[in-house]
Nanobody
């Protein structure tokens, strides 16, 4: 199985920035999508941003203009640059990788992001 390990979470003040990283172990095949989901207590898990291995991106409306997703295919790593953070961004952020050709989905264990004064 593919292993995903997130890092970069922490405590930040409103208006601050964080950069999350997610490293995938092993070989990553073509035609995949990597993304970041988040889940806050009592709320539904939601897609924050995703990016294909071709570089096509998709963002939740709530983070457009503030977050940027990118990836380094050589390092099998996806990043989420989060700027202008708001308290409502507080959540566990989970990395995801999916293959559309094989109906396979993999998840990291998550990293906590807390936006608070």
């Amino acid at each position: 199985q593919v292993q995903l390990v997130e890092s970069g979470g922490g405590l930040v003040q409103p208006g601050g920035s964080l950069r999350l990283s997610c490293a995938a172990s092993g070989r990553i095949f073509s035609n995949n999508v990597m993304g970041w989901y988040r889940q806050a207590p009592g709320k539904q898990r939601e897609l924050v941003a995703s990016i294909t291995d071709r570089g096509n991106t998709n963002y939740a409306d709530s983070v457009k203009g503030r977050f940027t997703i990118s990836r380094d295919n050589a390092k099998n790593t996806v990043y989420l640059q989060m700027n202008s953070l708001k308290p409502e961004d507080t959540a566990v952020y989970l990395c995801n990788l999916a293959y559309w050709e094989y109906s396979a989905t993999y998840w990291g264990q998550g990293t906590q992001v807390t936006v608070s004064s």
